[in-house]
């Protein structure tokens, strides 16, 4: 029965103990809970601030809720650990430092893919290679910028799919903005064959496209000739678009080739296909009809 009474005597004042720790450490923890709840009340104040203040500015949407966050998060913290400190707890907030460094370092290589995302979205939020909307080439696909978000870019295409890139790879690989400038020029490979009077096919060429009605008529056409090729000698016919629009191009492109071939027809110009010219004789130079007619001729000497 002592054992019993000893047990229950130690269990009270353990009890008592606790209870009289509790009451002398209660003012403390009501002024924590106070200082947590200002902490939070700061920390929605400045959120809805921060976010009236970007919005009036047209700051970027993305990178302005994620400095809204970062900031909400800092200042919560931060009542937290004074909090801690108010209650003397200093150790404790010293283990919960330690352990976030550590808890840190594991999400870093845990998430690697995912933070280079994130991170390259960041980068191309500040950088803004292009807008929502811009037409653009990106990894080789090409389409308008539906989406821009911290971790990827969507993409809408012209055969009216939707691709979803990793931002990583989209700040690894070329860009091409389309839109960037406003303007856009057509260039159109052409090639004529070696009989034909280069001067005349270029004066032709350039009449043709002349009547395209989707090129800019304040910009002269332009065509430069560039290769012999191996039936043809090549050139590069260009104009700029009126309208820098997918449709425009598309339509100047087409109606472009449609006229430089109706127009080479009508003046006798040839657009060649692969030739090939098959030389005989040991030295080369030499036709096989001149080599047939010149065995016949022997035979009948004979």
């Known amino acids: 029965m002592k054992s019993i009474e000893q047990a229950y005597d130690l269990l009270l004042e353990k009890l008592n103990s606790w209870l009289e720790s509790a009451i002398l450490i209660l003012p403390n923890f009501v002024v924590a809970c106070l200082v947590v709840l200002m902490f939070y009340f700061l920390a929605r104040g400045f959120h809805s601030a921060t976010k009236n203040i970007l919005q009036r500015f047209k700051f970027d949407q993305e990178i302005g809720g994620l400095i809204i966050n970062i900031f909400y998060i800092i200042i919560m913290i931060a009542g937290v650990f004074v909090a801690l400190s108010i209650m003397q707890l200093d150790k404790t907030v010293t283990s919960l430092l330690a352990g976030a460094g550590i808890v840190g370092l594991a999400i870093s290589f845990a998430f690697q893919d995912?933070?280079?995302?994130?991170?390259?979205?960041?980068?191309?939020?500040?950088?803004?290679?292009?807008?929502?909307?811009?037409?653009?080439?990106?990894?080789?696909?090409?389409?308008?910028?539906?989406?821009?978000?911290?971790?990827?870019?969507?993409?809408?295409?012209?055969?009216?799919?939707?691709?979803?890139?990793?931002?990583?790879?989209?700040?690894?690989n070329a860009i091409i903005n389309f839109s960037s400038f406003g303007e856009r020029r057509v260039d159109i490979p052409v090639g004529v064959s070696y009989g034909d009077d280069l001067e005349k096919a270029a004066r032709v060429a350039i009449e043709a496209v002349n009547k395209v009605e989707e090129r800019d008529p304040d910009r002269k056409v332009e065509l430069y000739y560039d290769a012999f090729g191996d039936s043809s000698i090549n050139f590069t016919i260009r104009f700029w678009l009126a309208q820098n629009t997918v449709r425009s191009f598309l339509h100047a492109r087409h109606n472009a080739i449609i006229e430089i071939h109706k127009a080479f027809n009508e003046h006798d110009i040839t657009i060649p296909f692969p030739i090939r010219t098959l030389d005989f004789g040991i030295k080369g130079g030499e036709k096989l009809k001149s080599m047939l007619n010149g065995s016949v001729n022997q035979k009948i000497e004979n």
């Open 114 to 172: 995912i933070a280079t995302n994130f991170i390259s979205g960041v980068i191309i939020a500040f950088r803004k290679p292009f807008r929502e909307g811009n037409f653009v080439e990106l990894n080789g696909q090409t389409g308008h910028i539906r989406r821009i978000s911290l971790r990827s870019v969507h993409l809408h295409t012209l055969q009216g799919q939707e691709v979803i890139m990793p931002a990583k790879e989209v700040l690894q």
